[in-house]
């Protein structure tokens, strides 16, 4: 069983608004593979150019571009909203990166109200989402949005 509670000072604290965007999403990638149960794969595309590109990510190497409107990512992109998948081999068009996923969680991130990029999250468990992960995973994401907010040097890439 994951502490959520514990975990969630984990986060918050290691997600600065003062260091560089990348390295906050790079180490928060590591942070959810690494302490929470049946985890393999959690990570960031960014969309640039209307397409979503691969970012800092933990787990096996993954599909570097996605198309909007196209498999879990593309599609909570389209639609703007959190994409909860219990069965990745039950969502029509579901990318398979890593073959041993089997559900899947896909949170829009957003900045000035624009969604800037996803946290996808893969566990190799069915079902593996409830509501304390929907729940720590949304306030893993605002705390993001406000960290992207407050320093926006990743946008000058
Ligand atoms: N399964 C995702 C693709 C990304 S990987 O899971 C890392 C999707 O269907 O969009």
Redesign the pocket.
């Known amino acids: 069983m994951t502490d959520y509670n514990a975990l969630w000072q984990s986060a918050e604290s290691l997600l600065d608004p003062q260091v560089h965007p990348l390295s906050n999403l790079a180490n928060i990638s590591a942070l959810i593979r690494f302490s929470i149960t049946d985890i393999n794969?959690s990570?960031f595309y960014f969309l640039i150019d209307d397409v979503l590109n691969l970012g800092p990510f933990c787990g096996l190497p993954?599909?570097i571009r996605?198309p909007v409107g196209r498999?879990?990512?593309?599609t909570a992109l389209q639609q703007d909203m959190v994409l909860c998948v219990p069965d990745v081999h039950a969502f029509s068009g579901?990318?398979?990166?890593?073959c041993n996923?089997r559900s899947?969680l896909v949170i829009p991130i957003h900045l000035d109200k624009r969604v800037v990029c996803v946290l996808?999250i893969?566990s190799p468990v069915l079902n593996r989402f409830g509501e304390d992960e929907l729940d720590f995973f949304g306030k893993t994401a605002q705390r993001i949005e406000y960290c992207l907010a407050e320093n926006r040097t990743l946008w000058k890439l």
């Open positions: 794969w990570g993954a599909c996605i498999g879990v990512c593309g579901h990318i398979a990166c890593d996923s899947e996808d893969d």
